[in-house]
T-cell receptor, first 112, second 115 residues
């Protein structure tokens, strides 16, 4: 699976949108972009995933550039409970590819 | 709840004892995965199940580790003769099927401490 690059940390004011970037310049055509987050002492929480098109669910929006080499996770109205480490993962799945590989992620701190 | 459930949430045991960790996946999920997360480190894949079969056990650290799944539901990870290096959070995840378009949903893990 392609590697990803994320900033180590970001800050966001409560109530504002949090935009978390991710670079995945070596992504292949059949690889999905996944976002998870992990709050201290909890298991990773699935947020959203996409292949080519932008995606939105009740938690977040995922914007993937046309060349698919980067993406942005958007939390539209960040709350204090959104403080967590956010992981961007490129994942093909199927065959022998079923292991999720988490990098170092971005520590998002939402400030009051 | 409807999520992945793991028990116990915490387990403290003495070196040399055997431990059993349980995972109840989301109902209807055919794929189940076990990972390990040591303090301050990333996830380490251990084993996955497709139905009740484990096609890939290559991530199990040693022959002291084993896992089974029954009824395409509950899975148990067993560690025999525990060692201090086994101390970690053991995470279970499940997905509807194996595939790129199939998110893995995680439980909150079992925190295992070996004294």
């Amino acid at each position: 699976d392609a590697k990803t690059t994320q900033p180590p940390s970001m800050d966001c004011a409560e109530g504002r949108a949090a935009n978390l970037p991710c670079n995945h310049s070596t992504i292949s055509g059949n690889e999905y972009v996944y976002w998870y987050r992990q709050i201290h002492s909890q298991g990773p929480q699935y947020i959203i995933h996409g292949l080519k098109n932008n995606e939105t669910n009740e938690m977040a929006s995922l914007i993937i550039t046309e060349d698919r080499k980067s993406s942005t996770l958007i939390l539209p109205h960040a709350t204090l409970r959104d403080t967590a480490v956010y992981y961007c993962i490129v994942f093909r799945g199927g065959g022998s590819n079923y292991k999720l590989t988490f990098g170092k992620g971005t520590l998002l701190t939402v400030n009051p | 709840g409807a999520g992945v459930s793991q028990s116990p949430s915490n387990k403290v045991t003495e070196k040399g004892k055997d431990v059993e960790l349980r995972c109840d996946p989301i109902s209807g999920h055919t794929a189940l995965y076990w990972y390990r997360q040591r303090l301050g480190q990333g996830l380490e894949f251990l084993i996955y199940f497709q139905g009740n079969s484990a096609p890939d056990k290559s991530g199990l650290p040693s022959d002291r580790f084993s896992a089974e799944r029954t009824g395409e539901s509950v899975s148990t990870l067993t560690i025999q003769r525990t060692q201090q290096e086994d101390s970690a959070v053991y995470l279970c995840a499940s997905s509807l099927r194996v595939g790129g378009n199939q998110p893995q949903h995680f439980g909150d893990g079992t925190r295992l401490s070996i004294l």
